[in-house]
Nanobody, 126 residues
Framework: QVQLVESGGGLVQAGGSLRLSCAASGRTFTNYDIGWFRQAPGKEREFVAAISWTDERTYYANSMKGRFTISRDNANAKNTVYLQMNSLSPEDTAVYYC?????????????????WGQGTQVTVSS
């Protein structure tokens, strides 16, 4: 079992930044790569970014490149994945989820992820 807990969401003005955190725990979480997804009201959940836990390779949805940065910190058993979001716009308003996948491929496919966090709300005001 892998447990994922997101934090860092909130209300921010357009043009601002937020950093989301995803704390991972569980006996085998290092076997999984971590992805971020988001779901806006009335829309389907969409892929944002993913990172390999072992070699730190990163993957982004094309629309997020340049504004969002995914990273991980496993020093001192922190076991946390971050999503730094810059130049936010109201279109970025959504619930953001982190999720764990063992497939090491097809990161944009939410069906490949087996563990999900509860989500954190991000609201960007205009």
């Amino acid at each position: 079992q892998v447990q994922l807990v997101e934090s860092g969401g909130g209300l921010v003005q357009a043009g601002g930044s937020l950093r989301l955190s995803c704390a991972a725990s569980g006996r085998t979480f290092t076997n999984y790569d971590i992805g971020w997804f988001r779901q806006a009201p009335g829309k389907e959940r969409e892929f944002v970014a993913a990172i390999s836990w072992t070699d730190e390779r990163t993957y982004y949805a094309n629309s997020m490149k340049g504004r969002f940065t995914i990273s991980r910190d496993n020093a001192n058993a922190k076991n946390t994945v971050y999503l730094q979001m810059n130049s936010l716009s109201p279109e970025d308003t959504a619930v953001y989820y982190c999720a764990a996948t063992g497939f090491k491929t097809d990161y944009a496919n939410e069906n490949k992820y087996v563990y999900w966090g509860q989500g954190t709300q991000v609201t960007v005001s205009s």
